[in-house]
């Protein structure tokens, strides 16, 4: 009887308790309401602020990304686009062209 946000909470709870080094979170807010969103984030960011556990979160949005991460890695196509800081990748004019933009850029295609 959970809502799909409390669900989530609660899995991310059951991480927790057993006490592990890693957290891959696969898109988190997957399926949330607008509503649910917040509690999630901020149940990240105050695991985050514990500095004990390293997140490593997959997730196609940007603000999101940029609001949370230390550290981003860029994908297109299965290959490392780029790697750096949330100012960086906003600053990298693949990335830009890639995602960002919404650009067609071949080079981006063909490596």
């Given amino acids: 009887q959970l809502s799909h946000g409390e669900k989530r909470k609660l899995e991310i ?8 080094e890693v ?12 509503e649910e969103v917040p509690a999630i984030l901020d149940v990240i960011r105050k695991i985050k602020q514990t500095g004990d556990k390293t997140i490593l979160l997959i997730e196609h949005k940007m603000d ?8 981003i890695m860029v994908l297109f196509n299965g290959k490392l686009l780029a790697d750096g800081s949330p100012k960086e990748i906003m600053d990298n004019e693949t990335v830009q062209n890639a995602y960002l933009g919404g650009l067609y850029d071949e080079n981006l295609a063909e490596s």
Avoid: F, N, Q
């Fill in 13 to 20: 709870a059951m991480l927790l308790a057993l006490d592990t």
């Fill in 23 to 34: 957290l891959l979170l696969d898109e988190p807010t997957a399926g949330m309401s607008l």
């Fill in 64 to 71: 999101m990304i940029l609001d949370l991460s230390d550290s």
